[in-house]
Structures are given as structure tokens and as C-alpha cells.
């Protein structure tokens, strides 16, 4: 029941009113004993009353009181007070109150919490800065941003987790917001991250004051931009791609109306961006081609792209140019679609190209049908070569046989594999083993031929003559790289002639022999029978041509240089008597000038290295003719050691000389293929026409000549008989 | 080690006799101070006593003592209450006086009940105030906080509500026998049936003459008696068992019976100030563990639903005490 504690009062008040009087009345009749009893029930009574009206009002209020201080300690309270009074209302508005503050506060701490975990879940670093960037707070989310705890970062300064390069400028931009007391937005600046990565934060801020408005320090939410930046660099890379790029990308929109027009496009076409933006993509195309673009555009909506391959547009000036064309269908994130790519190459210039390297493909065709034939020429001189009946070989400048042909192998017995990387020495007997280094040389020095007749040791010991041809082999470079070598066998050949001239000849002659011959009268008779017989002659001496009655070159030995006339130093005689172009040659070499010159022992050592160069080359035969008066008794000594000496070849006929002159000369002229008429015996032996009738007459008497008309003229051959007084046969020439 | 432990001990029992002698003394004071002066009661005195020393020593030894002793001397003192108990006989009062007794006894107990319904007094404190006021007061309350087992301040709220309760009808009474020209048997029947203590009837009807002091206490008897049927039926209602009634309730029975009906009326007259004693000693223990200011938490209601029951009633039985002819 509810009872107000003004009535309450007015009760109580009313009752002790009416007990005063009931306690007056009854004390006032009352026995003297009694009165005291009653006075001590009247205070228990009003003791007792107080007691409970003291307690229905104190104890509420106490327990308000301690509700109160509850509330203000954070704590929930209620209190239950059932006085049916004010106090009553009193507790129930505390209740309510209490109730709306744990509303509130539970709202307060739901939407803390919402805050919280908004900030927690939220993909930003959200964190807090004091005026002096030392972080105060920071959101769980730091772990995954830069991966460091909340807790390593608090108390850090900013710059402490930037790199050094990053510091001054952040510190620099920071400074100016802090001085500026301003919200700031957008600030990128980079981290490092714990694991030393780079990062880049997009950070927006908003600065918070004190009561004084004194800046306390920022809050701002930092975004991990990382991989916007690299999209963005990536966009931008590909739009400078696309922007400078040769080709022409031209976008449209869903009406195939240019939408965005590249340099590439600018450069192809000439159209500005601005002149064409907004124009059908048909304005770039020939009336012919429009159909054909409808398809194409209807085919890239309905496939995604469509191509078309050499197509014809038109460029600003009306010049038609080739293009290859990609048309692609672009659409949305929604995948709606919102236009289309044309990507354009100028294939103008690749079809010139490819025209051009059709052309040269022809004509490499062409030269390869020629290198092919050229080939098939090559083997088949290799065939030749491989088959030829002369020896062929090369051989590099160190020595060593680089290529040996089926004849080498059966001329000289080793076989291919052998021959391949042998030394060429070993083809060379020893008295002539130094050929190989005087052949480098020669070649070397840009000799270009070499022939001379030589011999060459066989795989079984054996000893062959050869004619040699020697042509030097050039690299890439034009350098020489080393010589070929023709070989062919001239043995049986060599030894005839030989055999035949040593009949023919007057004396005991070896070619390749050097002779000191110490009289002049014999050495000329000799020189002119060795001319006569078919060496070509060359005579160096001090003497005038008409003290040597002879028909040949002569070099005048003579200090002063004039035609015909040899410095009498032994470098120039050399090198003249080795330079003699022929290998049939008779040298008559007067040694008293150069003795007189040189000194014996310098003209006995030439005489050594000229006698092995004739004997190694085969180049003839060398006359020294000496003066024993001019010489002292030792040199001419030395001197007759050295050298060979002429010895008269006992005779073999019985013809007068004259006649057998006559005879010998119709034969060597025959050999040669020559048929000699009396004009030419008459000019030859310088007699009359009678006489070498006589002499002829008597030749053909013994059955050694005959006489052959052909047609007036008369001319004379040696008869078979004839020959032989000059010819060994092969049998004997094979025992020999 | 021995000596410490001794001296322990002893320590201990020094403090335990002067727990025991804390609980001890208010009990007994009460009772020479009502000895000496009728109108206090020896119960209430001893509340008032305990819970003052209570407050003042403030100690766990004194307070666990008393908690312990309540279980010796509830008991004992409802036991032996029953020697106070005086069964009437149909040939001793007339039956309407009986009749009016019983029915005043209802009227209290369920106008008090009312009221406290009405100002939210609690339950428990409800029985106790309705007992209180319809049986014999502070002892009525007492046997029943057996059954009911209120709280320590509930108890002693409705010792204390019961006391002023009827301190205030002790002073009142006498003048509306005077005022209200009532006939000395009527005086007498309305002292015995709606007074709360045997002390209080005895104050209120002293000042009428020694006869409406017997004829009023012969009521008081029958309200006392009463105690007996409504101790059964309370611990009927609080049992937790089906029909269980108290070892000590019996027992209280027994002796009510045997007082009334065989014991000699000296045996009676003897045990009679024991049971007071351990009433005393035990209201003692209950104010010396009970703290002043529980007792204020139970507010004005109590208090109010007391008055207001007793009051109404009183006004009721007046009325048809008037009515009857």
C-alpha cells in the first residue's frame, strides 16, 4: 500500500498526539506505582517507533547511498525498497536510472566493442601518434602490415620502422602537417617491414587536441598500397606501352565510335586524337571494306575477337595502307559490354620486306642450285684430284701432310691414315731433307710456283724421281697456309734422259753435280756441248763475252752496276744462280774475281750451299772455273775435294766427229718433235750447203739418217737405227 | 609446545565462559527485572539487552555461542513453557467467552495477516506478527520462529513490533475502560483476548480491580492455550515432512497436559521462571548475534500492519462485544 511519508508523518504525529493524550488521561487517574510503569512504556513506545521510522527512512537512503557509490564505482546496483513511500520512488528512480546507466554503458561498451573490433577487422593499420610521431596505440592489423606486435610499436617513433632514404623526407612532410596542426590525407610514405620487405602505406590523419587545444597528437589509418602502387606503375607501364607503341590502338565505344586514339594511330593514320574522336571507325576505311568491318565487329561480340589479316585503310592524306587489324570485344567487371579494341599494324612496309626476302630467297635458291653445282663441280674435281695419276698432297707450314690422294698412297706406299699428319720429311731422302723448310720459305716469301724435278723416298725404302709442281695454299685471309704438292713419277723417264744425254754428251756429265773445271778451253767445250744438248747456259765471269766464245747469257762480274754485269759479292751471285728459272741449266761461274772479292773461305762455303741446291733441286749443272796459277795450293786443295771433276767419255762410234755432231744434233732436235732442214743445219754448224749434203749423205749411207720431202723442202730425221747409237733400251735402263 | 597449547586451551575456555557468561547474564537480568517490575517483559528486556551487548562487544566467540545455545535453549524454554499452559475447561468459562476468546484470536492473527499482505511485510514476519498478536506475544513468537525459522532480524523486529504493540494497548486500555463505559467482565475480556502479554494484562487491568485482573488473565489463558493448537498447525504448515511435529512441540504439549491436568500446582509454580529463563536466554542470544541496524531494514510496516490489525481488530471486538447483549 502506498503511503507517502507526509501522511505517514501526519499518522505518526496524530498517533503520539492522541497517545500523549490517552497517556495524560490515564497517568493523571492513575496510582502513583503506575505512573512511572507507564511513563517507562510511553518512552519504550516512542523509543520503539522511532527505532522503525528511523530505520524506514535511514536505511533506504543508506542503501541509495551505497547504491550510488556502486554506480559510481563502475558496478551495477538495485536496490528493492517497499516503504510505499517516496523513499520507494526514490529507489525505483534509482533503479530506472541505474538501469538506463547499464543501458547506456552496455551501449557504450557495444558500440566500444563494435569500435574495437572495428578497428581490430578493419584492413587498415589504425594507430595513434602523440605530437612527437611516437605511436600510442596501434590496431592488431600492424602484424599483418609491417609484422611487428602492437606492443613493439608503441613507444616507437614512426620514423623508426621507415627506411633511412625515407626518414628525412617523411620527418620533412610530417612536420609541415604537425606546424599546419591539419588533417592530412593520402600521405604515402614507405616501411620496412620486420622482415626487412618494403612496404608503401597510403596514411590519412586527423590531429586531436586538449582542453587548451594544444595538439596532442594524430590519429590516422595507414593502407597497405603496395600492390596499388604496382598496379598503378603497371597501368601506367602499360599505357605508355600503349600510347607510344608503333602499332595503332584505337578503343571504341559499343557504336564502334573511336573512343581513344594512340601516337601509334596518329603516326599511321595522321588523324590528331581530336580530329577523330568521337568518328565511326569506318572513316578509316575504303567503301569496299565496310561491309566486311559489320561482319567483323558482329563476329568479335559473338567470338570475343576477330581478326583481320591485310586489310586496307585509309590514312588523313587518302594514301591506302595495308594493316593487319585485331578487333577484341571489351567488357566491365559486370561483364557488361562496353566497347572494343582495335589494335591496327602497318603491314605495308612487311610486305615489301616480304617480297623483297621472297626475292632474295629466289636468289639464294638460285645460289645454292649454284653452290650445289659448284659442290658437285668441287667433288668431282675431288674425284679428279683423288683419282688423278699424279701424286697430290698438301702440306701445312709447319710440315705436317694435310691431304694425300689414291695415287700418293701407291706412289709412295702410306696409305692415307698413315700420310695424314706425318711429317713431309719422311717422304724425303737424307741428302734431301731440307726441301720441305726451303719450300715454307718460298712460299712464304709469296712464291707462287715452284716445278722442279726432285726425288722421293718410298714406305719401303725405295728412291723415286718426281716431277714436282709446288703451288702454295691460301687462307681466308690471302695468307699462305701451306703448299700443294703434285708429284708425278718421272724415274724411268729421268734415268732415260739420263742415260741418253750422258750417251750424248761429250763428257761424263751427272746433272746436279758441281764441276771445277781449270781450264778455260775445257770448261767452254764443255758448257757449249751441255748448251748444244739443251741446258739453257749462263756464265758469270770477269772475262768479256768474246774471250768465252759462247751462245748464252753472260753476267759480267763488275763492281759498277750496269746491263749484264753482277756485283762479285757472293749474295748476288748466289741469289742469281739460284733464281735460274729452268732445271736444266749450266752455269760457268769464274771463282778467281770472287775469291779475290769474298775471300776463299766465304766462296768455298757458297760453293757448298750451291752445290747442295743443285744436287738437292736438280737445277743443272754448275761449271767452276778456276786459275791453280791464282791459287795457292790448299784451297785449290779444298777446292777439288768439293767438287766433281770433267772427265772425257771414251768413244762409243765410229763416225767422224763432224758427222756424229750432225747426227746427235738431228736427234735431240727430233726428240723435241722437230724435223731439220740443211738451212738450219747450215746455220747451225755455220757450213755450206754441200758440206752438210756430204756429211748428211754419209749418215744416210750408214743407214742413220734418212731424208723426208716435205713438199719442196727436204728435211733430215734421225733413223731407228741412228737413235741407237743414243737410246738404251727400257730393259736396260729397268736393270740399271 | 605443551605449555602454548594449555595456554590455547585455557585462553579458549576463558572465552567460551565469557561467551557463556555474555549469553547468560541479559537473560537472567531480564527475568529479575521483570520479577521486580511485572510490566517489563523478562523476553523483551532480554532482546533489548542482548542486542545492545551485542553491540557493543561485537565479537565472533559471543556471537557463536549464541548460535549455539539457541539450539539448548528454544527447546528447553518451549518445553518448559508448557508448565505456563492451563488448558481450559468448558465448565470454567462460559462458552461464548471461549467462543470470543477464539475468535478474537482469529480476528488479530488475520487482520495482522491482512495488513502485513497489504504493506508487503514478509511472510515469515507476517506469522510471527499474526501469532504475536493473537496468542501470548513475545513467547507465542518465540515457540513459533521454532517452526517458522524466520531470519534473526525478522525475529527480532516482531519481538520487538509485538512489545510495542502492546505497551501501547497497556496504556491504552485502561482508558477506554474508563472512557468507554464498559462493563468490568467486558474490561477483563477484552484485556485477555486482545493484549498481547500476560505482563501487559496484568498492567491493564490492574487499575479495574483484582477480579478483572484474574478474569482477564483466566482469558489470557485461553489465548495462551491456544498457542498449543496453533504451534501444531504451524508446524504442520512449515514441516517438510507431511504431518511432522517438533520433538519439542510434542513435548510441549506433554507438559502443557500434564501442568493443567496432573502435575501439582507447586511442581508447576516451579518450573514456570525456568521456562521464562530460557526464553530470556535465548531472546539474549538472538539480540547478541542479531545487528541493530537488520533490524531497522524490516521499516515502518511491520509496525504499521501490527498496529493497524491490532487496532481494527480491537475496534471490531469492542463492537461486538457492544453488540452482544
Given at each position: 500500500m502506498?503511503v507517502?511519508?507526509?501522511p505517514?508523518?501526519?499518522?505518526?504525529?496524530?498517533?503520539?498526539?492522541v497517545l500523549?493524550?490517552?497517556?495524560?488521561t490515564?497517568?493523571s487517574?492513575?496510582?502513583?506505582?503506575m505512573?512511572?510503569?507507564?511513563?517507562?512504556?510511553?518512552f519504550?513506545i516512542?523509543?520503539?517507533?522511532?527505532?522503525?521510522?528511523?530505520?524506514?527512512?535511514?536505511?533506504?537512503?543508506?542503501?541509495?547511498?551505497?547504491?550510488?557509490?556502486?554506480?559510481?564505482?563502475?558496478?551495477?546496483?538495485?536496490i528493492?525498497?517497499?516503504?510505499?513511500?517516496?523513499?520507494?520512488?526514490?529507489?525505483?528512480?534509482?533503479?530506472?536510472?541505474?538501469?538506463v546507466?547499464t543501458?547506456q554503458?552496455?551501449?557504450?561498451?557495444?558500440?566500444?566493442?563494435?569500435?574495437?573490433m572495428l578497428?581490430?577487422?578493419?584492413?587498415?593499420?589504425?594507430f595513434?601518434?602523440?605530437?612527437n610521431f611516437?605511436?600510442?596505440?596501434?590496431?592488431?592489423?600492424?602484424?599483418?602490415?609491417?609484422g611487428?606486435e602492437?606492443?613493439?610499436?608503441?613507444?616507437?617513433?614512426?620514423?623508426?620502422?621507415?627506411?633511412?632514404?625515407?626518414?628525412a623526407?617523411?620527418a620533412?612532410?610530417?612536420?609541415g602537417?604537425?606546424?599546419?596542426?591539419?588533417p592530412?590525407c593520402?600521405?604515402?610514405?614507405?616501411?620496412?617491414?620486420?622482415?626487412?620487405?618494403?612496404?608503401?602505406?597510403?596514411?590519412?590523419?586527423?590531429?586531436?587536441?586538449?582542453e587548451?587545444?594544444?595538439?596532442?597528437?594524430?590519429r590516422a589509418?595507414?593502407?597497405?598500397?603496395?600492390?596499388?602502387?604496382?598496379?598503378?606503375?603497371?597501368?601506367?607501364y602499360?599505357?605508355s606501352i600503349?600510347?607510344?607503341?608503333?602499332?595503332?590502338?584505337?578503343?571504341?565505344?559499343?557504336d564502334?565510335?573511336?573512343?581513344?586514339?594512340?601516337?601509334g594511330?596518329?603516326?599511321?593514320f595522321?588523324?590528331?586524337?581530336?580530329?577523330?574522336?568521337g568518328?565511326?571507325?569506318?572513316?578509316l576505311?575504303?567503301k569496299?571494306?565496310?561491309d566486311?568491318?559489320?561482319e567483323?565487329?558482329?563476329r568479335a561480340v559473338?567470338?570475343?575477337y576477330?581478326?583481320?589479316?591485310?586489310t586496307?585503310r585509309?590514312?588523313?592524306?587518302?594514301?591506302r595502307?595495308?594493316?593487319d587489324?585485331?578487333?577484341?570485344?571489351?567488357y566491365?567487371t559486370?561483364?557488361?559490354?562496353?566497347?572494343?579494341v582495335?589494335?591496327?599494324?602497318?603491314?605495308?612496309k612487311?610486305?615489301?620486306?616480304?617480297?623483297?626476302?621472297?626475292?632474295?630467297?629466289r636468289?639464294?635458291?638460285?645460289?645454292t642450285?649454284?653452290?650445289l653445282?659448284s659442290?658437285?663441280?668441287l667433288?668431282?674435281?675431288?674425284?679428279?684430284v683423288e683419282?688423278?695419276?699424279?701424286?697430290i698432297?698438301?702440306?701445312?707450314?709447319?710440315?705436317?701432310?694435310?691431304s694425300?690422294?689414291?695415287?700418293?698412297?701407291?706412289?709412295?706406299?702410306?696409305?692415307?691414315?698413315?700420310?695424314?699428319?706425318?711429317?713431309?720429311?719422311?717422304?724425303?731422302p737424307?741428302?734431301?731433307?731440307n726441301?720441305?723448310?726451303?719450300?715454307?720459305?718460298?712460299v712464304?716469301?709469296?712464291?707462287?710456283?715452284?716445278?722442279?724435278e726432285?726425288?722421293?723416298?718410298?714406305?719401303?725404302?725405295?728412291?723415286?724421281?718426281?716431277?714436282v709442281?709446288?703451288?702454295?695454299?691460301?687462307?681466308?685471309?690471302?695468307?699462305?697456309?701451306?703448299?700443294?704438292v703434285?708429284?708425278r713419277d718421272?724415274?724411268?723417264?729421268?734415268r732415260t734422259?739420263?742415260?741418253?744425254?750422258?750417251r750424248?754428251l761429250?763428257y761424263?756429265?751427272?746433272k746436279g753435280?758441281?764441276y771445277l773445271?781449270?781450264?778455260l778451253?775445257?770448261?767452254?767445250d764443255?758448257f757449249?756441248d751441255?748448251?748444244k744438248c739443251?741446258?739453257?747456259?749462263t756464265?758469270?765471269?770477269?772475262?768479256?763475252?768474246?774471250?768465252?766464245?759462247?751462245?748464252?747469257?753472260?753476267?759480267w762480274?763488275?763492281?759498277?752496276?750496269?746491263?749484264?754485269?753482277?756485283?762479285?759479292?757472293?749474295?748476288?751471285v748466289?741469289t742469281a744462280?739460284?733464281?735460274?728459272p729452268n732445271?736444266?741449266?749450266?752455269?760457268?761461274l769464274?771463282?778467281?774475281?770472287?775469291?779475290?772479292?769474298?775471300?776463299?773461305?766465304?766462296?768455298f762455303e757458297?760453293?757448298?750451299r750451291?752445290?747442295?741446291?743443285?744436287y738437292?733441286?736438280?737445277?743443272?749443272?754448275?761449271?767452276l772455273?778456276a786459275?791453280?796459277?791464282?791459287?795457292?795450293?790448299?784451297?785449290?786443295?779444298?777446292l777439288?775435294?768439293?767438287?766433281?771433276?770433267?772427265?772425257?767419255?771414251?768413244?762409243?762410234?765410229d763416225l767422224?766427229?763432224?758427222?756424229y755432231?750432225?747426227?746427235r744434233y738431228?736427234?735431240?732436235?727430233n726428240?723435241?718433235?722437230?724435223?731439220?732442214?740443211?738451212k738450219?743445219?747450215?746455220?747451225?754448224?755455220?757450213?755450206?750447203?754441200?758440206?752438210?749434203k756430204?756429211?748428211?749423205r754419209y749418215?744416210?749411207?750408214?743407214?742413220l739418217?734418212k731424208?723426208?720431202?716435205?713438199?719442196?723442202?727436204?728435211?733430215?730425221?734421225?733413223?731407228?737405227?741412228g737413235?741407237?747409237?743414243?737410246?738404251?733400251?727400257d730393259?736396260s735402263?729397268?736393270?740399271d | 609446545?605443551?605449555?602454548?597449547k594449555a595456554?590455547?586451551?585455557?585462553?579458549r575456555f576463558?572465552?567460551?565462559?565469557?561467551?557463556?557468561?555474555?549469553?547468560?547474564?541479559?537473560?537472567?537480568?531480564?527475568c529479575l527485572?521483570?520479577?521486580?517490575?511485572?510490566?517489563m517483559?523478562a523476553?523483551?528486556?532480554?532482546?533489548?539487552?542482548?542486542v545492545?551487548?551485542?553491540s557493543?562487544?561485537?565479537?565472533?566467540?559471543?556471537?557463536?555461542?549464541?548460535?549455539?545455545?539457541?539450539?539448548?535453549?528454544l527447546?528447553?524454554?518451549?518445553?518448559?513453557?508448557?508448565?505456563?499452559?492451563?488448558?481450559p475447561?468448558?465448565?470454567d468459562?462460559?462458552?461464548?467467552?471461549?467462543?470470543l476468546?477464539?475468535?478474537s484470536?482469529?480476528l488479530?492473527g488475520?487482520?495482522?495477516?491482512i495488513?502485513?499482505?497489504?504493506?508487503?511485510v514478509?511472510k515469515?514476519?507476517?506469522?510471527?506478527l499474526?501469532?504475536?498478536?493473537?496468542?501470548?506475544?513475545?513467547?507465542?513468537?518465540?515457540i513459533?520462529?521454532?517452526?517458522v525459522?524466520p531470519?534473526k532480524?525478522e525475529f527480532?523486529?516482531?519481538?520487538?513490533?509485538?512489545t510495542?504493540?502492546g505497551?501501547?494497548?497497556?496504556?491504552?486500555?485502561p482508558?477506554?475502560g474508563?472512557?468507554l463505559g464498559?462493563?468490568?467482565?467486558k474490561y477483563?475480556?477484552?484485556?485477555?483476548?486482545?493484549?498481547?502479554?500476560?505482563?501487559?494484562v496484568e498492567?491493564?487491568?490492574?487499575?479495574f480491580g483484582?477480579?478483572?485482573?484474574?478474569n482477564?488473565?483466566a482469558?489470557?489463558?485461553?489465548?495462551?492455550?491456544?498457542?498449543s493448537?496453533?504451534?501444531?498447525?504451524?508446524?504442520?504448515?512449515y514441516?517438510?515432512?507431511r504431518?511432522?511435529?517438533?520433538?519439542?512441540i510434542?513435548a510441549?504439549l506433554?507438559?502443557?497436559?500434564?501442568s493443567?491436568f496432573?502435575?501439582?500446582?507447586e511442581?508447576?509454580?516451579?518450573?514456570?521462571p525456568f521456562?521464562?529463563?530460557?526464553?530470556s536466554i535465548t531472546?539474549?542470544s538472538?539480540?547478541?548475534?542479531?545487528?541493530?541496524?537488520?533490524?531497522?531494514?524490516?521499516?515502518?510496516?511491520p509496525?504499521?500492519?501490527?498496529?493497524g490489525?491490532?487496532?481494527?481488530?480491537?475496534?471490531?471486538?469492542?463492537?461486538?462485544?457492544?453488540?452482544?447483549?
Open positions: 502506498r507517502p511519508i507526509f505517514k508523518i501526519v499518522i505518526i504525529s496524530l498517533f503520539f498526539s500523549s493524550l490517552i497517556f495524560h490515564v497517568t487517574n492513575a496510582e502513583p506505582g505512573v512511572f510503569v507507564y511513563h517507562i512504556y510511553m519504550m516512542i523509543l520503539g517507533i522511532s527505532f522503525f521510522v528511523a530505520g524506514s527512512i535511514t536505511e533506504p537512503l543508506e542503501r541509495l547511498k551505497k547504491g550510488f557509490e556502486s554506480v559510481m564505482g563502475g558496478e551495477s546496483a538495485r528493492d525498497v517497499e516503504t510505499g513511500d517516496e523513499l520507494e520512488d526514490l529507489a525505483n528512480s534509482f533503479n530506472y536510472m541505474v538501469e546507466l543501458s554503458k552496455n551501449m557504450l561498451k557495444r558500440s566500444e566493442e563494435k569500435y574495437k578497428v581490430e577487422d578493419i584492413n587498415d593499420w589504425v595513434e601518434l602523440d605530437n611516437v605511436y600510442t596505440y596501434s590496431s592488431p592489423k600492424v602484424r599483418d602490415i609491417i611487428y602492437p606492443e613493439e610499436v608503441v613507444g616507437r617513433r614512426i620514423f623508426d620502422f621507415m627506411p633511412d632514404e625515407e626518414k623526407r617523411a620533412e612532410e610530417l612536420e602537417i604537425k606546424r599546419g596542426k591539419i592530412f593520402n600521405v604515402e610514405n614507405v616501411f620496412m617491414r620486420k622482415d626487412g620487405s618494403r612496404i608503401t602505406l597510403e596514411i590519412c590523419g586527423r590531429p586531436f587536441f586538449d587548451d587545444e594544444n595538439l596532442r597528437g594524430y589509418v595507414g593502407r597497405d598500397i603496395t600492390s596499388r602502387k604496382r598496379a598503378e606503375e603497371k597501368i601506367a602499360l599505357a600503349t600510347e607510344h607503341t608503333v602499332d595503332a590502338i584505337i578503343s571504341l565505344d559499343p564502334s565510335r573511336i573512343v581513344s586514339w594512340n601516337k594511330a596518329e603516326m599511321m595522321g588523324y590528331t586524337e581530336q580530329e577523330v574522336i568518328k565511326p571507325l569506318v572513316t576505311m575504303p569496299e571494306n565496310w566486311a568491318c559489320r567483323n565487329f558482329k559473338l567470338e570475343g576477330a581478326r583481320d589479316i591485310e586496307v585509309i590514312t588523313k592524306d587518302g594514301r595502307v595495308l594493316v587489324q585485331t578487333l577484341t570485344t571489351i566491365d559486370d561483364g557488361e559490354h562496353i566497347g572494343f582495335a589494335i591496327m599494324r602497318d603491314v605495308s612487311r610486305k615489301d620486306a616480304e617480297e623483297k626476302l621472297k626475292k632474295a630467297y636468289q639464294l635458291e638460285e645460289k642450285q649454284e653452290l653445282k659442290q658437285k663441280q667433288r668431282h674435281l675431288a674425284n679428279i683419282n688423278s695419276n699424279d701424286a698432297y698438301s702440306v701445312d707450314l709447319e710440315g705436317i701432310i694435310t694425300w690422294n689414291k695415287t700418293a698412297e701407291k706412289l709412295f706406299g702410306w696409305t692415307r691414315e698413315e700420310a695424314l699428319g706425318m711429317s713431309a720429311d719422311i717422304l724425303l737424307d741428302e734431301i731433307k726441301e720441305i723448310p726451303f719450300l715454307i720459305q718460298k712464304k716469301k709469296g712464291v707462287r710456283f715452284i716445278s722442279y726432285t726425288r722421293r723416298l718410298t714406305k719401303d725404302g725405295g728412291i723415286i724421281d718426281v716431277d709442281t709446288v703451288s702454295p695454299i691460301m687462307d681466308e685471309d690471302g695468307k699462305p697456309a701451306g703448299f700443294s703434285i708429284a718421272i724415274t724411268s723417264k729421268v734422259e739420263e742415260k741418253i744425254l750422258k750424248i761429250k761424263d756429265i751427272d753435280k758441281v773445271v781449270e781450264k778451253d775445257l770448261a767452254v764443255v757449249n751441255l748448251v739443251g741446258y739453257v747456259g756464265v758469270i765471269t770477269r772475262k768479256f763475252p768474246d774471250e768465252i766464245n759462247v751462245q748464252s747469257e753472260h753476267l762480274l763488275c763492281e759498277k752496276k750496269s746491263k749484264n754485269t753482277l756485283l762479285p759479292s757472293i749474295l748476288q748466289e744462280v739460284m733464281n735460274l732445271w736444266n741449266n749450266v752455269v760457268l769464274e771463282l778467281d774475281y770472287l775469291i779475290l772479292k769474298n775471300g776463299f773461305e766465304s766462296t757458297f760453293i757448298q750451291l752445290k747442295d741446291a743443285f738437292l733441286l736438280k737445277k743443272g749443272v754448275v761449271l772455273l786459275d791453280p796459277e791464282v791459287m795457292d795450293e790448299k784451297e785449290l786443295k779444298l777439288r775435294k768439293e767438287c766433281s771433276r770433267i772427265r772425257p767419255k771414251p768413244r762409243h762410234h767422224p766427229p763432224r758427222c755432231e750432225l747426227l738431228v736427234y735431240m732436235e726428240r723435241m718433235g722437230r724435223k731439220i732442214s740443211f738450219e743445219i747450215m746455220g747451225h754448224f755455220s757450213i755450206a750447203r754441200n758440206t752438210a756430204k756429211y748428211v749418215l744416210e749411207g750408214r743407214g739418217m731424208v723426208i720431202k716435205d713438199g719442196r723442202l727436204k728435211l733430215v730425221e734421225v733413223t731407228e737405227k737413235k741407237e747409237l743414243f737410246y738404251t733400251p730393259s735402263l729397268r736393270s | 609446545m605443551d605449555g602454548g595456554g590455547k586451551n585455557e585462553l576463558l572465552n567460551k565462559l565469557f561467551g557463556l557468561a555474555m549469553i547468560v547474564t541479559p537473560g537472567i537480568a531480564a527485572i521483570s520479577q521486580l517490575y511485572p510490566g517483559d523476553l523483551f528486556l532480554a532482546l533489548i539487552f542482548g545492545t551487548l551485542g557493543f562487544l561485537n565479537r565472533k566467540i559471543v556471537r557463536d555461542m549464541a548460535e549455539k545455545s539457541l539450539a539448548i535453549t527447546p528447553l524454554g518451549i518445553v518448559l513453557y508448557g508448565a505456563k499452559i492451563k488448558i475447561l468448558p465448565a468459562f462460559p462458552t461464548w467467552v471461549i467462543l476468546t477464539i475468535f484470536a482469529l488479530l488475520t487482520a495482522v495477516l495488513f502485513a499482505k497489504i504493506f508487503r514478509s515469515k514476519l507476517s506469522v510471527l499474526a501469532c504475536g498478536t493473537a496468542l501470548c506475544g513475545v513467547s507465542a513468537i518465540t513459533v520462529s521454532s517452526m525459522r531470519k532480524e527480532s523486529a516482531a519481538i520487538i513490533v509485538i510495542v504493540v505497551l501501547t494497548g497497556a496504556i491504552l486500555y482508558f477506554l474508563c472512557h464498559m462493563s468490568p467482565e477483563a475480556i477484552l484485556c485477555g483476548a486482545t493484549l498481547h502479554q500476560t505482563g501487559l498492567i491493564a487491568s490492574i487499575p483484582n477480579d478483572i485482573l484474574q482477564s488473565l482469558v489470557k489463558g485461553i489465548r495462551i492455550a491456544l498457542i493448537i496453533a504451534s501444531l498447525l504451524i508446524s504442520f504448515a514441516s517438510e515432512n504431518f511432522y511435529v517438533p520433538w519439542y510434542v510441549f506433554i507438559v502443557a497436559f500434564l493443567s496432573i502435575l501439582s500446582p511442581i508447576v509454580n516451579f518450573v514456570k521456562s521464562t529463563l530460557a526464553f531472546l539474549a538472538i539480540g547478541l548475534s542479531v545487528n541493530i541496524r537488520d533490524i531497522q531494514k524490516v521499516h515502518l510496516s509496525l504499521i500492519a501490527a498496529y490489525g491490532w487496532f481494527v481488530s480491537l475496534v471490531l471486538f469492542i463492537l461486538i462485544m457492544e453488540w452482544k447483549p
